[in-house]
């Protein structure tokens, strides 16, 4: 079954300093995966996405996500954080020929002064 | 040009009622999916429509149905309401055909409350 896990329900972080966010997935066919963020009371908002080529990914806000194949993961990260980064988190994964596009949980991330 | 918009932004309802929901795509998509996200969690996928039909469904009883329009706008609805159906509908947008899927572009949600 088709499955996404983000690892931490809740991420506090001081400002300015580095920040991961870890989404595994479970699959054993090709994927896509996608990180968007959802600020309170809104919508989400794609930051990046891996479709093929460079495992390396970088989106929006300075963030960047690397996928592992070996380890089916697409972890988040960010050297520096702001307290504008404060949000809902969420990992998602599609898979070709399927419109289901899967979400985990949710990390929130609260950034700290 | 203009995102994903939905209306209305909230929306109160009591059990057993019915409700639609309504959404306009990004400008130049012509594919919508529907999810329900409860409070705290993930959002769940309820359905996509591709070419004024129901492409894929989630796990989703029949109470839950929708529609798109030929211009590609999109409605929800909802029968027979459940206070478990208190969530924040997303509606995404995004180019279809077949194969890979293609990015997905969110609106900002109806929150719907049953009382």
């Known amino acids: 079954a088709q499955s996404v896990t983000q690892l931490d329900s809740q991420v506090p972080v001081f400002e300015e300093a580095p920040v991961e966010l870890r989404c595994n997935y479970s699959?054993?066919?090709?994927?896509?995966l996608f990180w968007y963020v959802q600020y309170p009371n809104q919508g989400l908002q794609l930051l990046l996405k891996?479709?093929?080529?460079?495992?390396l990914v970088k989106g929006i806000n300075g963030f960047e996500a690397e996928f592992n194949k070996s380890q089916t993961s697409f972890h988040l990260r960010k050297p520096s954080v702001h307290i504008s980064d404060t949000a809902e988190y969420f990992c998602a994964v599609s898979y070709y020929n399927n419109n289901d596009m899967r979400f985990g949980a949710g990390t929130r991330l609260t950034v700290k002064p | 040009d203009a995102g994903v918009t939905q209306s209305p932004t909230h929306l109160i309802k009591t059990r057993g009622q019915q409700v639609t929901l309504r959404c306009s795509p990004k400008?130049?998509?012509?594919?919508v999916s529907w999810y329900q996200q409860a409070l705290g969690q993930g959002p769940q996928f309820i359905f996509q429509?591709?070419?004024?039909?129901?492409?894929q469904r989630g796990n989703f009883p029949d109470r839950f149905s929708g529609h798109q329009f030929p211009n590609y706008s999109s409605e929800l609805n909802v029968n027979a309401l459940l206070l478990g159906d208190s969530a924040l509908y997303l509606c995404?947008?995004?180019?279809?055909?077949?194969?890979?899927?293609?990015?997905?572009?969110f609106g900002p949600g109806t929150r719907l409350t049953v009382l």
């Open positions: 400008s130049g998509h012509d594919t």
């Open positions: 699959s054993s066919v090709s994927v896509y």
């Open positions: 995404a947008s995004s180019l279809g055909g077949g194969g890979r899927p293609d990015t997905q572009y």
């Open positions: 891996y479709l093929s080529g460079s495992t």
């Open positions: 429509y591709y070419e004024e039909e129901e492409r």
